[in-house]
C-alpha cells in the first residue's frame, strides 16, 4: 500500500513541473542551510564562555588547619585559575603545588593530586629575613603560622608552581546547617 505522503504517481511540484515519488522525497527531505542570527551567534558564545569559566573556576577542598581561620579544615576555597601573565599580589590567598623539597622527602605525593593553600607574603624583589627574592620567586606562608608548613619550610615558590588564587571560601556545610544531635 501507498504512504499518501510519497504516492507513486507523479505528482507536480509549487510550479507545475511533474515529479516522480523519488523527487517528491527528496522535496521532503531537503535540508535547510542554518542562518547565522545574532540569537544563534549570542548562544553559541555564551556556551563556549560558560564553559570557559568552567575550565576557570574550581572548588577547591581545604584540609588541614595552616589557613585557619581564613580556610578552616573542611571548607571549600573558590578559586580562579592564574593566567600566564597574570602575576600573585602580596596578600592573596593562592593554590599552589607542592614543592619539589617536599616532593623529594614524601614520595608518595608524585602519585595524588595535592596542592597546598597559601598567602602571598613577600613579591619578587623584597627581603625575607636574609634572603632577597629573586624574578619570578615569592614567599608563601599559612595564616596560621604555628600549623603551616611554608616557605619557613620549603624556601621561596617559583611563580610556575602557582595554580590559582582564591576569590572565597564557602564554609563547611556542618557550620551552615549544624547537625542536631539526638
Known amino acids: ?32 542551510q542554518p ?14 564562555l560558560g564553559s570557559a569559566w568552567f575550565l576557570l573556576i574550581h572548588l577547591t577542598p581545604v584540609t588541614g588547619s595552616s589557613m585557619a581561620p581564613a580556610a578552616l579544615d573542611g571548607s571549600r576555597a573558590l578559586a580562579i585559575v592564574y593566567m600566564p601573565w597574570e602575576i600573585p599580589q602580596k596578600g592573596q590567598m593562592v593554590q599552589i603545588r607542592i614543592p619539589e623539597v617536599i616532593l623529594n622527602k614524601y614520595p608518595n605525593y608524585k602519585y595524588i593530586r595535592v596542592t597546598l593553600l597559601k598567602r602571598v607574603v613577600a613579591v619578587p624583589g ?21 600549623e603551616s608548613a611554608d616557605s619557613r619550610v620549603f624556601g621561596p615558590i617559583p611563580r610556575s608552581d602557582f595554580l590559582s588564587h582564591v576569590v572565597y571560601v564557602v564554609p563547611p556545610l556542618s557550620r551552615l546547617w549544624p547537625l542536631k544531635k539526638s
Not at 35 to 48: D, L, N
Open 35 to 48: 542562518k547565522f542570527t545574532k540569537a544563534r551567534i549570542a548562544t553559541f558564545c555564551g556556551a563556549f
Open 126 to 146: 623584597e627581603k625575607v629575613g636574609s634572603t632577597v627574592l629573586a624574578k619570578n620567586q615569592y614567599w608563601v606562608q599559612g595564616d596560621n603560622t604555628n
Open 1 to 32: 500500500k501507498e504512504h499518501p505522503d510519497f504516492p507513486e504517481e507523479k505528482q507536480s511540484d509549487e510550479e507545475g513541473a511533474d515529479l516522480g515519488a523519488e523527487d517528491a522525497f527528496q522535496k521532503y527531505i531537503r535540508v535547510e
